[in-house]
Each structure stands twice: as C-alpha cells, then as structure tokens.
C-alpha cells in the first residue's frame, strides 16, 4: 500500500515483459481508473503470449466481482496444464 501511495509502482518493465516465454493471464476491470484498459490493450500487444481477460467492474476484480474472477484464473490455469498422460 506505501509504494501503490507514494507512486513508486511505476517501474519501468517494458524490455523484461517483452521477453517473457511463459504464458501470461492479464486481467483488468473494463472501468479501472487508475489503469485504464487502454493499458491492458498495450500490455497484450506488447507480448502475444498474454491472454486478456475484462471483467464488468473497476480497478479490483478480485474484490468487486471475486467468483467471476477465480473462474477465469482456474479455467485458465486449467487449460495450461499438462495432462497426466504426457
């Protein structure tokens, strides 16, 4: 919470989310004010391997719409790995 009031969250990770190899969940509020979805668009141009998810609500999905919120992250973790019989 101090660094997210100071401002200092703002470190600059361009270079180092470009050459992520992993796959990538982003997932963003359609009304999130403090980063806006615009954001989100640049964050998943910037790297294809990022899946996007928008949620109906503000800055917290987590928090305004939770069930919505752990179904996406399961489903997506459920789709990325690997079955048993490999």
Same mark, same amino acid.
């Given at each position: @919470?101090?660094?997210?009031?100071?401002?200092?969250? &703002?470190? +600059?990770? =361009? *270079?180092?989310? *470009? !050459?992520?190899?992993? @796959?990538?969940?982003?997932?963003?509020?359609?009304?999130?004010?403090?980063?806006?979805? *615009?954001? #989100? =668009? #640049?964050?998943? !141009?910037?790297? @294809?391997?990022? &899946?996007? =998810?928008?949620?109906?609500?503000?800055?917290?999905? !987590?928090?305004?719409? +939770?069930?919505?919120?752990?179904? *996406?992250?399961?489903?997506?973790?459920?789709?990325? =790995?690997?079955? #048993?019989?490999?």
């Amino acid at each position: @919470p101090a660094s997210f009031v100071s401002g200092t969250l &703002d470190t +600059p990770i =361009r *270079e180092q989310y *470009e !050459q992520l190899r992993v @796959p990538i969940l982003l997932l963003w509020g359609k009304s999130a004010s403090f980063t806006p979805l *615009e954001h #989100a =668009r #640049a964050f998943r !141009q910037s790297n @294809p391997r990022a &899946d996007l =998810r928008v949620f109906d609500c503000g800055s917290l999905p !987590q928090d305004e719409v +939770p069930d919505e919120f752990v179904r *996406e992250v399961s489903a997506w973790l459920e789709a990325g =790995r690997p079955s #048993a019989s490999r």
